[in-house]
């Protein structure tokens, strides 16, 4: 399969414990994205890398929430402290990306956290 | 604010007929206009996206999508519905004052085709 990877695709953790979910996204893509899904809405923008560079972030990123993608290839998202809050679908999307190219992204199936 | 607004929380039609989805959006500059599908258990799937040119785009599963600049509507529609479309269904809006990089997101509309 040479999709978005997600793992764990799925995680229970007590609240103020730390987590950390990987994506690997399809091989030749340069970006890569995160976003948060709660029940009933729709997915919302968390972050997203170029390569190894975190270009942008959303307000939604709290300090508890840091990502990365070291090697400009697969990325995690680490949640410190979790709350109740937290409990989302976390998704990971990849594309081509060059300039303003309007490549689709490609999501990953998901991490779904619930933090008890 | 950008947004994106699915008025319609459901969708309910019987197979064989036609179906709409419908999507309005609030953004400045010309956004790149997109359609996913998810099913349970499984991740977001692109359907198609509207870029320029003609505004009726076509995409995967013979579904097709009528961007309407006056109007600010994407509605997603498809000539005749089967079981298997049942799924959610989400809009979404890339916009240049977002250096066209993230996707804007509707709420979802959830269809339903019965037999």
């Known amino acids: 399969d040479t999709g978005v990877s997600q793992d764990p695709r799925h995680k229970i953790t007590k609240r103020g414990q730390n987590v950390t979910f990987r994506c690997d996204p399809i091989?030749?893509?340069?970006?890569l994205y995160w976003y948060r899904q709660t029940l009933g809405q729709g997915p919302e923008f968390l972050t997203y890398?170029?390569?190894?560079?975190?270009?942008?972030k959303s307000r939604l990123l709290s300090d508890r929430f840091s990502a990365e993608r070291p090697k400009g290839s697969f990325s995690t998202l680490e949640i410190q402290r979790t709350e109740q809050g937290d409990s989302a679908m976390y998704l990971c999307?990849?594309?081509f990306g060059e300039g303003g190219r309007a490549n689709e992204q490609f999501f990953g199936p998901g991490t779904r956290l619930t933090v008890l | 604010a950008q947004s994106v607004a699915q008025p319609e929380d459901q969708v309910n039609v019987a197979e064989g007929n036609p179906l709409t989805v419908k999507c309005t959006y609030s953004?400045?500059?010309?956004?790149?206009l997109f359609w996913y599908v998810q099913y349970p258990n499984r991740g977001l799937q692109f359907l198609l996206k509207?870029?320029?040119?003609?505004?009726l785009v076509k995409g995967s599963y013979g579904f097709e999508a009528e961007f309407n600049k006056s109007q600010t509507s994407f509605h997603l529609k498809k000539p005749s519905a089967l079981v298997s479309d049942s799924a959610l269904y989400f809009c979404?809006?890339?916009?240049?004052?977002?250096?066209?990089?993230?996707?804007?997101f509707g709420a979802g509309t959830r269809l339903a085709v019965h037999p």
């Open positions: 999307a990849s594309s």
């Open positions: 091989s030749e893509h340069n970006r």
């Open positions: 890398f170029q390569n190894e560079a975190q270009l942008e």
């Open positions: 953004v400045s500059g010309n956004p790149y």
């Open positions: 509207y870029i320029t040119g003609d505004n």
């Open positions: 979404a809006v890339r916009s240049p004052s977002g250096g066209y990089n993230k996707l804007i």
